[in-house]
């Protein structure tokens, strides 16, 4: 048997350009879709409801303030925390009023920034949204309404963080929600 | 005066460390990537007209549904405590033990909870339809202290889905939070609408 003749071996050179190109693309993926507002969330586990509407508002301009708030009781806004759940009266008022002040900051920065931050009847036209642990206790809620409807605040829109059941069966669904 | 040219060479650029930096730069978005879809809202306003006033002004014409939570055995052990569920007075419901969400419980809870809710729909739903006027019908989550404060809040929002779940949109919370020693502060809080 006569010895087959074997190609010389060439350098091999594996052409880079449509990794290149694929890789590039998707690094302009995920940089779109990286959402930097999901920093302020804190982990919570959601509470559950079935008519929960995803937020299709991404205006940056008026983004609304997040309050994060834990199981305990604790209130975190972008990385200041406060705890309503001393059972001092004292330190808990004092939390509140904390609370309050910041709110206001937010408010008077936005204002300070230009912005039209009042309705003209005199409400806040920034929402805040309520991103409260499901085993947080109501009065905490209530108390954080409370601050955003103080008369100094006037926030009067708000939102809260739900995530639909696992088991929930697409017709019960809301109407216009996605 | 001939000079030599060197011979053009095939120059050719390292892409190693550039595709290293871009692998880098892919890893570090796709671990920022977070999956909205689980995340979504319940928008909802509180009461400018009335703001923080203690006592509602609301015409006496208005028909509310009312749902009253408690927690019971709130100053026992988190087992043992639950949540007490009342609507108008007539019907009452108690939600399971210690529920903590689906996703910590095993199935036959998850069953029972569900199956609860259900019945409070149905309870809500007929009462709704009983109204000749839906325009003129309000929901009402009253949450009484000190009991109510220690609701979790993912039952409050649970009761505010089973009125938006029956088409009633128009919800106000009430229940006294007083939370401050001011005694004006301490004045009882409005609530929010829907």
């Given at each position: 048997m006569s010895r087959r003749n074997l190609p010389e071996t060439e350098e091999v050179k594996m052409n880079m350009t449509p990794m290149i190109d694929m890789t590039f693309l998707l690094v302009v993926f995920f940089m779109l879709t990286?959402?930097?507002?999901?920093?302020?969330?804190?982990?919570v586990s959601l509470p559950f409801a079935t008519q929960g509407e995803e937020n299709?508002?991404?205006d940056p301009d008026h983004k609304r303030f997040i309050i994060n708030l834990e199981a305990g009781g604790v209130v975190e806004i972008r990385k200041q925390r406060y705890d309503l759940s001393k059972e001092n009266p004292v330190e808990q008022d004092r939390a509140v009023q904390d609370l309050k002040r910041l709110l206001k900051n937010f408010v008077e920065e936005r204002r300070a920034a230009g912005e039209e931050v009042y309705e003209p009847d005199g409400a806040c036209k920034v929402p805040v949204l309520?991103?409260?642990?499901?085993?947080?206790?109501?009065k905490y809620v209530q108390w954080i309404m409370q601050v955003a409807a103080d008369p100094s605040i006037k926030i009067y829109r708000l939102q809260f963080s739900v995530k639909r059941p696992p088991n929930m069966k697409e017709a019960d669904a809301p109407a216009g929600g996605a | 005066m001939a000079v030599q040219v060197p011979k053009a060479e095939d120059t050719e650029m390292n892409m190693t460390p550039m595709i290293d930096i871009v692998f880098q730069l892919i890893i570090f978005f796709m671990l920022q990537?977070?999956?909205?879809?689980?995340d979504r809202q319940i928008d909802s306003n509180l009461p400018k007209d009335r703001g923080l006033a203690a006592t509602p002004t609301q015409p006496p014409d208005f028909q509310k549904i009312k749902i009253k939570v408690f927690r019971r055995e709130f100053d026992k052990a988190e087992t043992e405590q639950y949540t007490l569920v009342k609507i108008d007075n007539t019907h009452e419901f108690q939600l399971p033990k210690a529920w903590k969400g689906y996703n910590d419980e095993p199935k036959d809870r998850q069953n029972e909870y569900d199956a609860t809710i259900a019945k409070i729909e149905a309870v809500v739903k007929s009462k709704w339809n009983a109204?000749?006027?839906?325009?003129l019908v309000k929901g009402e989550i009253v949450a009484p202290p000190p009991k109510g404060g220690f609701v979790p809040h993912g039952d409050i929002m649970r009761m505010l889905d089973v009125f938006l779940v029956t088409g009633l949109t128009d919800v106000v919370f009430e229940g006294a939070a007083a939370p401050l020693t001011n005694a004006e502060r301490a004045a009882a809080m409005g609530g929010g609408e829907g």
């Open positions: 990286i959402d930097l507002t999901t920093k302020e969330f804190l982990p299709k508002d991404r309520i991103h409260a642990d499901r085993a947080a206790h109501w | 990537l977070k999956f909205k879809e689980i109204q000749p006027d839906k325009s």
